[in-house]
């Protein structure tokens, strides 16, 4: 809220507004910052809650429905769910299409 990009009522379909726990960058086996778009499917289980056996999360979105994801990248425009557009992982996003969830594991 700081930063003037709030949870808003009127989020857009698309916007994730909750989801299984953001796994944080600490070993073992979690590097959000570390995976990428098209990565394999073990290499992508870094950047995955540690729910499920890392092989997905549930998403909540705006217009309330729910999805299971492969990746974090279901954010708008293929955003990072768990990390901001400038590369943290608890931080407030920069911008009004910059997603992230929050807390992350400690």
Same mark, same amino acid.
């Given at each position: 809220? #700081? ?52 092989? @997905? ?8 429905? $729910? ?19 400038? @590369?943290? $992982? ?8 910059? #997603?992230?969830?929050?807390?992350? $594991?400690?």
């Amino acid at each position: 809220m #700081a930063t003037g990009y709030p949870l808003k009522q009127s989020a857009a379909a698309d916007w994730p507004v909750a989801a299984d726990l953001n796994p944080g960058v600490h070993a073992p086996y979690s590097d959000v910052l570390a995976v990428r778009p098209g990565v394999s499917s073990s290499a992508m289980k870094q950047g995955l809650s540690r729910n499920h056996e890392r092989d @997905g999360m549930n998403v909540l979105f705006g217009d309330g429905h $729910v999805a299971w994801q492969k990746d974090p990248f279901c954010g708008p425009k293929g955003d990072n769910i768990y990390s901001t557009a400038d @590369g943290l $992982v608890a931080g407030s996003p920069t911008s009004g299409s910059d #997603a992230i969830l929050l807390p992350a $594991v400690k």
